[in-house]
């Protein structure tokens, strides 16, 4: 397993081990997971479905309810305060604030009986202490930032009236509402088609660069990896296989997993 050189970790995940417990009984679901983000970079976590990346992901936030959740060990170091170990009123700062997330099921996140409009103004308002006009202005910047066309327009919309991409470039858009340094992304692609997919990920490497963030990307897709991860985390059964630079796992996959997650790219 390579570890990459940390100059300035953004986010330290050290020894995380998840249990559930299922009719009494404990069951590992993560275990001595490890790795880091750095500012502006992108790491992508991989594996197959049940390896325990969307429990990673939740976990960062410390998003998973009781139960399942029997107990949860290591330590998730965000400019070196422990995540584990932060009260309510420290979590207001950072979650969905400091650090944003995108759930795996778009149309579960966004309520279907309010328009994108009053959703995201809403985000906004949550998190800057302005009027709603400002808010609806701030809104649909938000939405021509995220590569929506006639923004105005479409913040009037519902959200089964827009097409898979822009319903889930409209949920981009309400994650950038709070300006996060982390975005944490679980599957964001998957249920699009392979242009929208291809468009989608390119508005994710933009907003990269052009905010300065880091991003915490969730796939299945080592493919999808290839186009946007600079740090690639391989899990299998809630343990780390692989965890190295992107060019080093595409040109020498150290482990038997890494190569067949590979050839099904
Ligand atoms: N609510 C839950 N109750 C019990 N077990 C769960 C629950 N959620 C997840 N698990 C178990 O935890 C393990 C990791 O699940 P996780 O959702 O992190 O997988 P994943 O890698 O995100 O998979 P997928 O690619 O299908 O989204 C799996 O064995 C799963 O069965
Ligand atoms: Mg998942």
New binding site residues.
């Given amino acids: 397993m390579t570890n990459t050189v940390s100059i300035h970790p953004l986010l330290q995940v050290k020894n995380l081990t998840v249990k559930?417990k299922?009719s009494g009984v404990p069951?590992t679901?993560l275990e001595d997971v490890s790795f880091e983000l750095q500012k502006n970079t992108t790491l992508g976590i991989v594996?197959?479905?049940?390896?325990?990346?969307?429990?990673?992901a939740?976990s960062i936030l410390s998003l998973i309810p009781t139960?399942?959740l029997d107990s949860i060990k290591g330590q998730i170091l965000f400019e070196n305060k422990d995540l584990l170990k932060c009260n309510l009123s420290e979590w207001q700062g950072i979650r969905g604030k400091r650090i944003a997330y995108i759930f795996?099921e778009p149309m579960t996140a966004l309520n279907p009986v309010l328009t994108i409009g009053d959703q995201i103004t809403e985000m906004v308002r949550a998190h800057n202490s302005i009027g709603r006009k400002k808010a609806t202005q701030l809104a649909a910047t938000l939405l021509e930032e995220v590569g929506i066309p006639s923004p105005s327009e479409r913040l009037k919309n519902y959200p089964h009236e827009l097409s898979g991409g822009m319903r889930q470039r409209a949920m981009i858009a309400m994650a950038l509402s709070c300006n996060p340094e982390i975005l944490i992304a679980?599957?964001p692609t998957t249920a699009l088609d392979v242009t929208i997919q291809a468009q989608v990920l390119e508005l994710f490497k933009n907003l990269m660069q052009s905010r300065g963030m880091s991003i915490l990307f969730?796939t299945?897709d080592l493919s999808v990896m290839a186009e946007i991860a600079d740090y690639i985390l391989v899990?299998k059964n809630?343990r780390v296989v692989e965890y190295a630079a992107i060019q080093e796992i595409f040109d020498a996959p150290q482990h038997p997993y890494t190569q067949e997650l590979l050839s099904l790219t």
Wanted: charged share 20%.
């Fill in positions: 559930f299922s069951k679901i594996g197959e479905s049940g390896s325990g990346k969307t429990i990673t939740l139960p399942p795996q679980d599957e969730v299945h899990l809630g």
